[in-house]
Antibody
Framework: QLQLQESGPGLVKPSETLSLTCTVS??????????WGWIRQPPGKGLEWIGN???????YHNPSLKSRVTISVDTSKNQFSLKLSSVTAADTAVYYC?????????????WGRGTLVTVSS | DIQMTQSPSSLSASVGDRVTITCQAS??????LNWYQQKPGKAPKLLIY???NLETGVPSRFSGSGSGTDFTFTISSLQPEDIATYYC????????FGPGTKVDIK
């Protein structure tokens, strides 16, 4: 059974780069069925889609974040990663990794537990 | 950009009540609409995809309907474990979530 687990620093300084990794277990990140992605949720607020990546490397990003976001896949480690540059306090949120197994980039049917990242000096 | 609105923003109902949440898109989105449940401190969970399809393992008291701009999510008989915030989500190479509806037990 596919499982996802986020990891990374819980505290990032303003203007620096937030880096998170999602480790995939119970399946291959190279599967042609899956789109891997990230969603975030500021404390007490709603959900915001960040972006997705296909195993081939094709990426899809939220236009509001696109210039600051890099999503990549490491097939050797069965992981995918998120980098968000030039962070501010507004980037403080719980970050969830997820997978879309529909094969058509339409819904998120499995999520990690989420990891809180706080941006503060 | 397509905007998603939900109503109500919160509701309180009794165990056994029928609960209905609506989601409206700012333009026609066909049936490209999903519903998620998020319990406090937990990750969201997919309940309904493509407006009306029940995700595997989700109780049948949950249902969805609609097409175009107006969509409805229904809990036919509210249970204590259904206390959560419910989000609609549109997809079309981009993903947009509604603001959420918080459901409490009266």
């Amino acid at each position: 059974q596919l499982q996802l687990q986020e990891s990374g620093p819980g505290l990032v300084k303003p203007s620096e780069t937030l880096s998170l990794t999602c480790t995939v277990s119970g399946g291959s990140i190279s599967s042609s069925s899956y789109y891997w992605g990230w969603i975030r949720q500021p404390p007490g607020k709603g959900l915001e889609w960040i972006g997705n990546i296909y195993y081939s490397g094709s990426t899809y990003h939220n236009p509001s974040l696109k210039s600051r976001v890099t999503i990549s896949v490491d097939t050797s480690k069965n992981q995918f990663s998120l980098k968000l540059s030039s962070v501010t306090a507004a980037d403080t949120a719980v970050y969830y990794c997820n997978v879309d197994s529909s094969g058509r980039l339409s819904y998120f049917d499995l999520w990690g537990r989420g990891t809180l990242v706080t941006v503060s000096s | 950009d397509i905007q998603m609105t939900q109503s109500p923003s919160s509701l309180s109902a009794s165990v056994g009540d029928r609960v209905t949440i609506t989601c409206q898109a700012s333009q026609d989105i066909n049936n490209y609409l999903n519903w998620y449940q998020q319990k406090p401190g937990k990750a969201p969970k997919l309940l309904i995809y493509d407006a009306s399809n029940l995700e595997t393992g989700v109780p049948s008291r949950f249902s969805g309907s609609g097409s175009g701009t107006d969509f409805t999510f229904t809990i036919s008989s509210l249970q204590p474990e259904d206390i959560a915030t419910y989000y609609c989500q549109h997809y079309d190479n981009l993903f947009t979530f509604g603001p959420g509806t918080k459901v409490d037990i009266k």
